[in-house]
């Protein structure tokens, strides 16, 4: 079993930057969390579960359009810890941001498909003001 832990999240400015970690414990030397895909996921008031970005143990990362050029998705795999860097925020980036680790999967499908994911945080909101 891994456990995963997030936070960074705020409140910010039109234009702000955030990151968040994810940090993971328990089982951190199996399968599931070293060789599979980890990604971040948002969901805000209303709407479904979204993608953000994915990364692959090799780090082959992926994003959603949305957020392309504006967020970065990296893992230490030293610290068992998943980053996400978000630069350039929106008001529609205004979401809950959840974590996710053992995506079975190519990080093609990770960063698209929640439900390939064994591990899920607790979540960590993010509020960007205009």
């Known amino acids: 079993q891994v456990h995963l832990v997030e936070s960074g999240g705020g409140s910010v400015q039109n234009g702000g930057s955030l990151r968040l970690s994810c940090a993971a414990s328990?089982?951190?030397?199996?399968?599931?969390?070293?060789?599979?895909?980890m990604g971040w996921f948002r969901q805000a008031p209303g709407k479904e579960r979204e993608g953000v970005a994915s990364i692959d143990s090799d780090g082959i990362t992926r994003y959603a359009d949305s957020v392309k050029g504006r967020f970065t998705i990296s893992r230490d795999s030293v610290k068992n810890t998943l980053y996400l860097q978000m630069n350039s925020l929106k008001p529609e980036d205004t979401a809950m941001y959840y974590c996710?680790?053992?995506?079975?999967?190519?990080?093609?499908?990770?960063?698209?498909?929640?439900?390939?994911?064994?591990?899920w945080g607790q979540g960590t909101q993010v509020t960007v003001s205009s």
């Open positions: 328990g089982d951190t030397h199996s399968t599931y969390y070293n060789e599979y895909c």
């Open positions: 996710a680790a053992g995506g079975r999967g190519p990080v093609e499908i990770a960063v698209k498909v929640a439900a390939i994911y064994s591990y």
